[in-house]
């Protein structure tokens, strides 16, 4: 098992993005073994303060992507730094990438219509031994909208705002309807801000 550290109660793999890799594709290669992966956000780690269960489902994964800046910071608030960083489209990317050259499978499934299938067409464009089966594939990993960015349906911010980590600020003026799900952002930074507050008393 990778080593994670805990933001707000979540279990995050922290390691680097490499390892990452190279850790998923040698369990892929031993038949039988199934495992799950998860790329928790803010707005996740918030829906797992008030469900134990979800929060269960995200502690039990195998691997856990810090997906999206916020969970960065929060981890150097909290005295606790992460090695990678890694939204779930990039992982997407590097994995394909990475598995064309390996005797594995990959499984594409959900989205909107015809996405997933749009996506499976140019991954196998851009990485001609990919291998696509839509049957159960022995890793599962929920990747939001990967699926939309990977298939062209919906824009990415440039490479420079995504270095910056701004890649939600350009989703939101794209998307003005996702400035409600933003809500749970100010709530995640409060809490995690309390956190660093409590840990301020203890050491003292």
Request: charged share 25%; glycine share 10%; with cysteine.
């Amino acid at each position: 098992m990778l080593n994670k550290k805990y933001i707000l109660g979540v279990g995050i793999t922290d390691v680097s993005f490499n390892t990452i890799l190279e850790y998923l594709v040698e369990k892929l290669k031993k038949e039988g073994k199934k495992l799950y992966l998860v790329t928790p956000n803010p707005e996740l780690l918030m829906i797992a303060r008030r469900d134990e269960g979800y929060k269960k489902v995200l502690n039990n994964a195998e691997i856990a992507l810090p997906d999206g800046i916020g969970v960065v910071i929060a981890g150097k608030i909290l005295g606790r730094p992460l090695k990678a960083r890694a939204t779930g489209v990039d992982f997407v990317y590097n994995l394909c990438n990475t598995i064309a050259k390996q005797p594995i499978t990959v499984g594409f499934l959900g989205g909107s219509p015809n996405v997933a299938e749009k996506a499976s067409e140019c991954l196998t464009k851009k990485y001609p031994g990919l291998k696509v089966a839509f049957a159960v594939s022995e890793a599962a990993m929920g990747v939001g909208g990967a699926f939309d960015f990977i298939s062209g349906k919906v824009h990415r911010a440039p490479k420079f705002v995504r270095g910056l980590g701004l890649e939600w600020l350009f989703r939101l003026i794209r998307q003005p309807w996702r400035l409600k799900r933003q809500t749970a952002l100010i709530r995640f930074i409060f809490l995690v801000l309390k956190e660093r507050a409590s840990q301020a008393r203890i050491m003292v």
